[in-house]
């Protein structure tokens, strides 16, 4: 009886350990690949993407205050390996593969008080990649606003 107990003891603690470092394990490679960062990078670049598109609308409200209102959902992402085109980007920008941490991939919906000269709708689908270097700064590209369709879903 002694001997099944323990048994029970040690499974369920290393149970508790397992489960413990699987529930850590996400959020702590998300702070170390700087996860937040890259996302901030994107929604920028996505932001400024979509304020330019809204200055060369003519807006009753005033592109201002549709900018104001631009608003993202359901941002998820990974990580990824650098595609040819994430390669093409970092050179044109002067920056070299050496030294990334780690490249993201991210996709969500970004809602608009106006509608975009694409787009029947305020409600929209963007995707966006980054790249994190070991000195913590970030490079975007494959920036991108697309339609919402009935039916599309993201993440």
């Known amino acids: 009886m002694r001997a099944t107990l323990r048994i029970l003891v040690l499974v369920a603690t290393f149970a508790v350990i397992v489960l413990g470092t699987i529930v850590t394990a996400t959020p702590i490679n998300d702070r170390h690949f700087r996860k937040q960062s890259a996302i901030t990078a994107c929604t920028d670049d996505l932001r400024a993407a979509i304020t330019s598109e809204l200055h060369s609308e003519e807006t009753p409200a005033g592109p201002g205050s ?35 941490l780690a490249t993201w991939e991210f996709s ?45 879903v993201v993440g």
Request: charged share 15%.
């Open 108 to 152: 969500g919906y970004v809602d608009v008080a106006g509608k975009l000269r694409f787009s029947m709708s305020n409600h929209n689908i963007f995707s966006c990649n980054a790249v994190v270097f070991t000195d913590h700064s970030v490079a975007t590209y494959g920036v991108q606003v697309t339609a919402w369709q009935p039916g599309d």
């Open 66 to 100: 549709m900018t104001a209102a631009i608003r993202f959902s359901h941002v998820t992402g990974r990580t990824t390996g650098l595609s040819e085109d994430g390669t093409i980007a970092l050179h044109r920008r002067g920056m070299s593969s050496s030294g990334i």
